[in-house]
């Protein structure tokens, strides 16, 4: 790693699943400034499956607009900078894009080893594949088939407190070893140690010989406490050989970082803690992709991070249609959704996850998906926040941190502002800085090498002021006065506006420019525990935004409730005297109708797949929205009743009058044996094919 030194100039690089950005920053006049700054697609994955490509054209676009040089003979990144301003003197390189780490997790027990050691790893791209622990229900022999048929990444091992147990864990890490020495040795997963620190000379005895170790500080060193920093530096590292060993391109751009290649989320928590720490503030940083979702937020100096590395709206917009559900999704449309149109509408984005919203009703399908992504991963996340509850309203958020295109790029300030205060619903006065230019990777980067480079870019402009958002929680009423508002203009006039229940309001206050305002609510009412309020607020690219839907925020319990509220809340929402209130078309509002033809498809891939003997487990569930656009019957209780034979008759009788295909000479009995005959050529086809 290249030596700190103070000053100079920084580079720095994040490789996003669909666009790279590039921001180069300088000292001008004593501080750190932004320079310029460059973006383009990734070239990650087919058909050029290298990152360096892409990074190395938006380079060329740089030194065309700046006149540096940024490559040498090799090709390879100039550091330090040279005497003649050729290269710079820091590159750091940062990634959300490629497959996350699979990771096999090993401790003792389920709750409070490999807790803590989950816990650690909600700050990195990995998914834990596979849990070994004293009460996972398997024997050795298990446990060796747990890690070779996962193909894990990584294996992280935590358990035991200080000075605890011994031969237990060493018992739990037997098959781990024989895993390995089965495994071909480059395929054969890095090891992150992070348990009793007397065992880390037995534990690098044990692997050394077979693949990499990296040791951090035990994760649960007492009971009562965790420490998980270090193990969370040392996932950064992994992630680094990580990206490295799956090419694309990764291995070229790691060796030239100053670095190597870290994890984009963990901007996001350092950012949150910087600005948590600074105000002794609530704050939250939210960042949605193409392929993951990250959320990092401190409450109280608690301090939370996760990623959703299968919650995005490009890549990977179908897992997240399957973890959160359509319901969740449907909540917050204004139509009711075609048979297979939200299925539909997530293969298309991630096939083509750089495509934007063509029409009214796919922008609605869009924000759908995020408002539910980031309410879904809020929803986990709040479990482990110790000073946070579980369900309910949110204590409230000082300052709100949004990135990413799908939250600050909608070309519309208030609009981003009313996007954001849909997904995370904050409560109190709520601060939003939007990044739409995606420097919190860099700014998070620069902390490894240049402290005072994150305080100084931090301290300007370089994260857009958007708002605020004054949120009126309590008991209430739709259409019912819940907030007084008087305002002060520049001229010392008073303006006095009463604002009702289900509302929200806009005053678009340009950036840089105050206005007083005094506040007064019911009883019963309040503003972040406030009935009176009376301060000067500093305006944004949006302006602030009054909400009083309340808590926790509803679109609608019906569609047309639904059609009604959010097309209105957007007209409210918006500061341009030109936006009209868009009507829903009568036909969104109609619930569409079943196609016989589909439940006949869907019968027969129900039969093929019981002929065929395919597992129901290997099979996700059909739901409505899905393929075929139906809702799976439920299976019978198994208490229940075999039918009689008296049953199937009438069955056979009812589907004799409906079938256009049975030959009115044929009985019942007769139309059952040739249907069974159809239906036995078609399987005995399908088995050639296969």
């Known amino acids: 790693m290249t030596t700190t030194r103070s000053g100079g100039s920084i580079l720095a690089a994040d490789f996003g699943s669909v666009t790279t950005r590039v921001t180069l920053v300088d000292v001008v006049d004593g501080e750190y400034r932004l320079v310029a700054r460059g973006a383009s697609r990734t070239t990650v994955g087919y058909p050029i499956d290298d990152i360096s490509v892409g990074l190395e054209q938006i380079l060329q676009d740089i030194a065309n607009a700046t006149g540096r040089t940024f490559y040498n003979d090799q090709n390879l990144i100039i550091t330090p900078e040279n005497a003649d301003r050729a290269g710079v003197d820091y590159f750091l390189a940062t990634a959300s894009a490629g497959r996350v780490m699979r990771v096999v997790v090993v401790g003792l027990l389920p709750d409070i080893s490999i807790e803590s050691a989950l816990r650690a790893m909600t700050g990195a791209y990995a998914e834990p594949v596979a849990q070994l622990h004293l009460k996972d229900g398997r024997d050795e022999v298990g446990r060796l088939n747990a890690v070779l048929l996962n193909r894990p990444d990584l294996i992280f091992i935590a358990g035991g407190i200080e000075g605890g147990a011994k031969n237990t864990l060493l018992d739990l890490l037997k098959p781990v070893r024989l895993a390995l020495q089965v495994l071909d040795p480059s395929l054969r997963p890095n090891i992150i140690y992070a348990g009793n620190s007397h065992l880390v000379d037995t534990v690098k005895t044990f692997f050394g010989e077979l693949t990499g170790i990296f040791v951090a500080e035990n994760v649960r060193p007492e009971l009562d406490s965790e420490l998980l920093e270090a193990a969370r530096i040392e ?160 204590p409230p958020i000082d300052l709100i941190i949004a990135g990413g295109a799908s939250l600050t790029g909608t070309g519309y300030p208030d609009y981003n502002l009313l996007l954001i205060a849909d997904a995370l619903q904050p409560t109190g006065i709520t601060e939003v ?4 230019h995606g420097l919190i990777p860099a700014i998070g980067a620069m902390a490894q090498v240049s402290p005072e480079a994150v305080v100084q870019l931090l301290g300007g402009d370089s994260l857009e002021h958007l708002g605020t958002i004054l949120t009126v929680s309590g008991n209430i009423e739709p259409e019912q006065n819940v907030l007084r508002l008087k305002v002060k203009t520049e001229e010392g006039e008073t303006v006095t506006q ?193």
């Open 498 to 690: 009463d604002i009702r229940g289900g509302h929200v309001v806009l005053l678009a206050l340009p950036a840089n420019v105050s206005m007083e305002l005094e506040i007064r609510l019911p009883r019963g009412l309040h503003i972040g525990g406030a009935r009176r309020i009376k301060r000067k607020f500093y305006g944004g690219a949006a302006g602030l935004l009054i909400d009083a839907r309340g808590r926790p925020l509803s679109a609608g319990a019906s569609v047309a409730e639904r059609a009604k509220n959010l097309p209105f809340w957007v007209s409210e929402a918006s500061s341009d005297p030109e936006t009209r209130l868009q009507t829903i078309p009568e036909d969104w509002l109609v619930m569409p109708e079943i196609d016989p033809e589909l439940d006949e498809e869907l019968s027969l891939a129900s039969l093929l797949d019981e002929e065929l003997a395919v597992a129901p487990s290997a099979k996700p569930a059909r739901q409505r929205g899905g393929f075929f656009g139906r809702r799976q019957k439920p299976a019978p209780a198994a208490s229940a009743p075999v039918a009689d034979e008296t049953a199937d008759d009438s069955e056979d009788e009812f589907m004799a009058l409906i079938d256009h295909d049975a030959k009115p000479e044929e009985r019942p009995s007769q139309m059952k044996r040739r249907k069974q005959q159809e239906l036995d050529d078609e399987l005995g086809s399908l088995r050639e094919l296969l």
């Open 433 to 436: 800085k939007a990044d739409p």
């Open 235 to 394: 996932l950064g590292h992994a992630y680094d050989i990580h990206k490295e060993k799956h090419g694309e391109g990764f291995s070229l751009v790691g060796r030239m970082s100053s670095t190597g290649v870290l994890p984009t989320a963990q901007s996001y928590g350092l950012i949150a803690q910087y600005f948590a720490k600074l105000s002794g503030k609530n704050v939250v940083a939210v960042d949605m992709g193409s392929s993951t979702t990250v959320l990092a937020g401190v409450f109280d100096d608690d301090f939370y991070s996760t990623i959703g590395t299968t919650l995005g709206v490009g890549h990977s917009a179908v897992s997240l249609l399957e973890q959160v559900g359509a319901p969740l999704i449907e909540s917050w449309l204004p139509f009711f959704p075609q048979p297979g149109e939200l299925m539909s509408y997530a293969l298309n984005k991630s096939l083509r996850p750089a495509t934007v919203p063509l029409n009214l009703r796919d922008l609605y399908l869009e924000h759908a998906f995020i408002r539910a992504g980031i309410q879904f991963l809020l929803s986990q996340a709040r479990v482990a926040w110790e000073n946070v509850p579980t369900t309910g309203a949110l």
